[in-house]
């Protein structure tokens, strides 16, 4: 079975520039989360989707961030304007109702 | 607010010598505490849940337990490929979201 799918893996942009990540999560799940990992901070969650629909985005750091889920095999995390300090890797996760989230591989973002 | 802590950051392991890492936990009411393990480069794989104090659950030279406060994941006899990095995370009841602590980086040596 196709597990989550993330997309860039790697990103390497210029401060200032727009950054779209990617994420197809697994087919059937109902709850989508993304979330950032550093190594200062750890595991973050940003925002979480029930049915397509933001729940919970207490996360997200700013307005330069946002997210959506236009439908329920595909969500985007946007970054306008980037920032160096927004260097980290993002997972995106999903799950079945109360089942164990399972994670993508991430995409490493590098802000110059 | 939800707060996951995990002891020691690192550990150091000859192969076959076995030891435990520590997830100590505070939350309002606990649904789920959560193991998973991530390799470099990669995102973190489920291992466990646990659900109540007592509770315990097996995988291959892993055994997580759990108490009111705390849950241990025992590795047994570890081998080189056991090296990476285990996160615990919390499920506060009536909530879908994890809080995770930032883990513990474990290398067996052979």
């Known amino acids: 079975d196709a597990g989550v799918i993330q997309s860039p893996r790697h990103e390497v942009t210029e401060m200032g520039q727009e950054v779209t990540l990617r994420c197809k999560p697994i087919s059937g799940h109902n709850s989508l989360f993304w979330y950032r990992q550093t190594m200062m901070r750890g595991l973050e969650l940003l925002i979480y989707f029930n049915n397509n629909v933001p729940i919970d985005d207490s996360g997200m750091p700013e307005d330069r961030f946002s997210a959506k889920m236009p439908n329920a095999s595909f969500s985007t995390l946007k970054i306008q304007p980037s920032e160096p300090r927004d260097s980290a890797v993002y997972f995106c996760?999903?799950?079945?109702?109360?089942?164990?989230?399972?994670f993508g591989d991430g995409t490493r973002l590098s802000i110059l | 607010e939800d707060q996951v802590t995990q002891s020691p950051e690192a550990l150091r392991l000859q192969e076959g010598e076995s030891s435990s890492l520590n997830c100590s936990y505070t939350v309002s009411g606990l649904r789920g505490l959560f193991w998973y393990r991530q390799d470099p480069g990669k995102g973190p794989e489920f291992l466990f849940t646990l659900y109540s104090a007592g509770e315990e659950k097996e995988k291959e030279r892993l055994k997580a337990t759990l108490t009111k406060k705390e849950s241990f994941l025992h590795i047994t006899a570890p081998k080189p490929e056991d090296s990476a990095t285990y996160l615990c995370a919390v499920q506060a009841t009536g909530y879908s979201t994890l809080t995770f602590g930032k883990g513990t980086m474990l290398l067996v040596s052979p």
């Open positions: 996760a999903s799950s079945q109702r109360a089942q164990p989230q399972h």
